[in-house]
């Protein structure tokens, strides 16, 4: 059994990320769901990749500068195609109403470039209210980040994910302190090796992105948990 994650939502569908994307994710039945969130001036949870508007919006700049209530106005899918014309960002409060309490939410905290402070809490704060402490996974490239999380709740399921080559991540994992679920690696460098070994360690192993049928297959065969994938075709298989 794997367990796959629409990557952004379906991406190749409707603008990454938005109320859309998770829509087409949800009605594929995929059986995890992947998102990034960030920070508003005004401390909302807000589901955006970058941490400035540019590549959605030209006209505007950094996530962070903007109050919830502003972001709202922005559009971001006209970029993607004139059929979602004024779609804005989702909330993260949002998407929790949209998202089938079975299926597995990876919300990864994007504190890169921008680190924000209090994110971990007011993500913590933003699941309770919604009664959606299960079914959740929680990732970052921010391994501090990471450790709040657990601090704050250490029963929420955390995902190390590993940008670069490192040497023996399932060991630095290990060394962490952390109780780590599962390995979040660059699937550049994941093969059959990587993954024994974090298997050795107790770790799943999800790496991103995987987009091509072939080099999926090599995956699951090599023995690895699932896979991030903006391809319907991929993230939809069990
Ligand atoms: O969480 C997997 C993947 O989303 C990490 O990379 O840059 O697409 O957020 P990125
Ligand atoms: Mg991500």
Redesign the pocket.
């Given at each position: 059994m794997v367990l796959n994650f629409a990557?952004?939502g379906s991406l190749t569908e409707a603008p990454e990320n938005t109320l859309s994307s998770i829509k087409k994710a949800v009605a594929h039945k995929a059986k995890g769901i992947?998102l990034?969130v960030q920070l508003t001036k005004d401390n909302h949870l807000v589901v955006i990749?970058d941490h400035r508007f540019k590549r959605f919006n030209k006209n505007y700049g950094l996530v962070q500068a903007y109050t919830l209530a502003e972001i709202k106005q922005i559009d971001v899918g006209s970029s993607f195609s004139k059929e979602f014309a004024g779609e804005p960002l989702a909330t993260l409060a949002e998407i929790l109403e949209i998202v089938p309490r079975n299926t597995i939410l990876?919300i990864?905290i994007?504190n890169i470039p921008v680190i924000y402070p209090g994110i971990e809490e007011t993500l913590i704060h933003c699941l309770a209210e919604h009664d959606r402490m299960d079914h959740i996974l929680i990732?970052s490239f921010d391994h501090v980040a990471l450790k709040k999380v657990q601090e704050l709740d250490p029963d929420i399921p955390i995902g190390m994910?590993f940008y670069y080559r490192l040497l023996e991540p399932w060991k630095y994992a290990k060394n962490s302190g952390l109780r780590v679920a599962s390995i979040?690696p660059n699937v550049v460098y994941t093969d059959k090796a990587f993954i024994a070994a974090c298997h050795r360690y107790g770790y799943k192993v999800f790496p991103?992105?995987v987009n091509r049928m072939s080099q999926y297959r090599k995956l699951v065969e090599w023995g690895v948990d699932g896979v991030?994938s903006n391809n319907p075709e991929i993230f939809t298989q069990s």
């Amino acid at each position: 059994m794997v367990l796959n994650f629409a990557h952004r939502g379906s991406l190749t569908e409707a603008p990454e990320n938005t109320l859309s994307s998770i829509k087409k994710a949800v009605a594929h039945k995929a059986k995890g769901i992947e998102l990034d969130v960030q920070l508003t001036k005004d401390n909302h949870l807000v589901v955006i990749h970058d941490h400035r508007f540019k590549r959605f919006n030209k006209n505007y700049g950094l996530v962070q500068a903007y109050t919830l209530a502003e972001i709202k106005q922005i559009d971001v899918g006209s970029s993607f195609s004139k059929e979602f014309a004024g779609e804005p960002l989702a909330t993260l409060a949002e998407i929790l109403e949209i998202v089938p309490r079975n299926t597995i939410l990876n919300i990864e905290i994007k504190n890169i470039p921008v680190i924000y402070p209090g994110i971990e809490e007011t993500l913590i704060h933003c699941l309770a209210e919604h009664d959606r402490m299960d079914h959740i996974l929680i990732s970052s490239f921010d391994h501090v980040a990471l450790k709040k999380v657990q601090e704050l709740d250490p029963d929420i399921p955390i995902g190390m994910l590993f940008y670069y080559r490192l040497l023996e991540p399932w060991k630095y994992a290990k060394n962490s302190g952390l109780r780590v679920a599962s390995i979040h690696p660059n699937v550049v460098y994941t093969d059959k090796a990587f993954i024994a070994a974090c298997h050795r360690y107790g770790y799943k192993v999800f790496p991103f992105t995987v987009n091509r049928m072939s080099q999926y297959r090599k995956l699951v065969e090599w023995g690895v948990d699932g896979v991030f994938s903006n391809n319907p075709e991929i993230f939809t298989q069990s």
